[in-house]
């Protein structure tokens, strides 16, 4: 077992999940602004670190991916971040892309950038305590989209990113996703997957990757959201499963979802099917930002002193996420 593959199944093992806090000072503002809280940086630290210190860390959450903002701050208890992260027993995680811009040649796509200066970076973020990454590459989906040579551009990029990342002794999180946004069917969500997946592991052999030593994140099979060809959740998990079974190799030790644009039940009721049909022998479970943070974050905006009660709302969605990832979920549960 190589140390690549050690540092992934920490992260994935005992159903544990991924918490994605990751979110750039823009993107965190914009939440921020929506439930009335002044985004300063003590606001952001503040709301952060109230998760990194709740019991849902040492119970549930396996790894924690980190902006470069927070993985420089230090706690009001005076640990810095890292330290505070890793002393739950998770492995910390660092983002390492600066987003996704327009694709040149083919406009209204996207090409997720910061492949220059990314050896010195993940050589910093390795001293940090950092021992895993994120890059995402972000796909529109329409009749005509995604293009060749969006679906190229960013598996090449994935795969350059991921060869970096391992070389410095860190497990690259591969996030293809395929966005939600449009009115195409779960079928030709289930194809444009297949094919992006398919081409991302073709440059991740080029590049000669360990696939022992990474995290696929993809997006679920689900239908757009402005679809009128709803689907059943019992569909969505059997496509997913059927999309993953077909183009992932079995080297991979585990896919880590993303919720991308589901509500927090909704992202916890189909990882549950996922798992209760899952016959393969990858591991299956999340990394979720909103879906693990919203419901915390709505409540945390009428006091955002009540530490206590703050993490009481994530230590239960951590929880459901966790029991999804066994397949033990019930609705039911969600009331307790």
């Not at 002393?87 to 996207?110: Q, R, Y």
């Not at 990757?209 to 696929?216: A, F, Y």
């Not at 993809?218 to 059927?242: C, W, Y």
């Not at 990394?287 to 703050?310: C, E, P, V």
Request: glycine letters at 6%.
């Amino acid at each position: 077992m190589s140390e690549l593959n050690k540092i992934a199944l920490k992260i994935l093992s005992n159903s544990k999940g991924i918490l994605a806090a990751d979110e750039s000072t823009g993107t965190m503002t914009k939440r921020l602004e929506a439930i009335n809280v002044p985004s300063s940086s003590e606001n952001r630290l503040l709301f952060r670190e109230t998760l990194f210190s709740s019991d849902g860390m040492k119970n549930y959450i396996g790894g924690v991916i980190l902006y470069d903002e927070t993985i420089k701050q230090t706690s009001s208890s005076n640990k810095t971040i890292p330290e505070l992260i890793s002393s739950s027993g998770a492995v910390l995680g660092i983002k390492v892309d600066i987003g996704a811009k327009i694709l040149a040649g083919s406009p209204e796509e996207k090409i997720t950038e910061g492949l220059d200066g990314l050896r010195e970076r993940l050589k910093e973020y390795y001293k940090f305590g950092a021992r895993f990454t994120k890059w995402r590459g972000v796909y529109s989906i329409s009749d005509k989209y995604p293009s060749k040579l969006s679906i190229f551009s960013n598996a090449h990029a994935l795969a350059r990113y991921s060869a970096l990342v391992q070389e410095c002794g860190m497990v690259p999180i591969v996030e293809p996703e395929i966005l939600m946004d449009g009115s195409h069917s779960a079928e030709d969500c289930f194809e444009k997957t297949s094919e992006v997946i398919k081409k991302c592991f073709e440059e991740l052999a080029l590049h000669n990757i360990d696939l022992t030593g990474i995290i696929l994140k993809p997006n679920m099979i689900l239908p757009g959201n402005k679809s009128d060809k709803k689907i059943s959740n019992d569909e969505v998990a059997k496509l997913t499963l059927k999309c993953l079974k077909e183009n992932v190799p079995t080297d991979v030790p585990g896919v880590a979802f993303l919720s991308g644009g589901q509500t927090e039940v909704q992202a916890t009721e189909n990882l549950n099917l996922i798992n209760k049909y899952n016959d393969t022998n990858f591991i299956m479970t999340y990394s979720y930002g909103r879906a693990l943070q919203q419901s915390a974050l709505k409540f945390w905006a009428k006091d955002i002193k009540d530490i206590k009660g703050t993490q009481e709302v994530f230590n239960h969605r951590a929880n459901m996420c966790t029991l999804a990832a066994q397949g033990k979920w019930t609705r039911e549960l969600e009331d307790k």
